[in-house]
């Protein structure tokens, strides 16, 4: 049998929240990046900013801090995480966008979800302010790239 396992299930198999109580809180970051492909028109009128919704990626970045900020609301095992910070960075490359969003946190547990969500979200939010232009769109690549702190130490994506 293998040592690893499923933090979020009990010994009967049932979904549960992991019991931080014990842990020290420790200086936690993650960072999570997701992309999203659109014609090159999209990408130019989002370049130049002339989409007539506004900055599509002020707009975005602001989705995917609130959407960081409310993960626990979102993913039901989550904790609560009073987040220190979380920001957001765009690359607009050939045919796609790179969203990165990097969160940090003093606390017991990790803030990979508060990454992985606000980078999700940011490329939603391009979505829908894209969508009458664009509906050939596609998000994908949602990955963890890095994260520090807790027992589990660091992971870097190779």
């Known amino acids: 049998m293998s040592d ?14 992991v019991d931080v109580g014990s842990k020290t809180i420790t200086e ?3 960072k999570a990046q997701a ?3 659109a014609s090159s ?13 506004g900055d599509v990626l002020a707009v975005a970045q602001i989705a995917g801090i609130q959407a960081a900020k409310k993960t626990a609301d979102l993913i039901p095992l989550c904790h ?3 987040l220190n910070s979380v920001k957001l960075y765009f690359e607009i490359k ?13 606390a017991k547990t990790g803030v990979e979800m508060e990454a992985l969500t606000g980078a999700s979200v940011a490329c939603l939010t391009i979505y829908d302010m894209c969508k009458a ?3 050939e769109m596609v998000i994908s690549d949602l990955t963890l790239l890095e994260k520090m702190g807790g027992r589990s130490g660091e992971y870097k994506r190779n």
């Open 4 to 17: 690893k396992y499923f933090s979020h299930v009990d010994e009967s198999g049932k979904a549960s929240m």
């Open 28 to 30: 936690r970051y993650a």
């Open 35 to 37: 992309k999203i492909y």
């Open 41 to 53: 028109g999209t990408l130019d009128m989002i370049l130049k900013n002339e989409h007539k919704k």
């Open 80 to 82: 609560t995480l009073n």
């Open 94 to 106: 050939k045919d796609h966008i790179l969203v990165e969003c990097i969160a940090k946190v003093n």
């Open 133 to 135: 232009v664009d509906k």
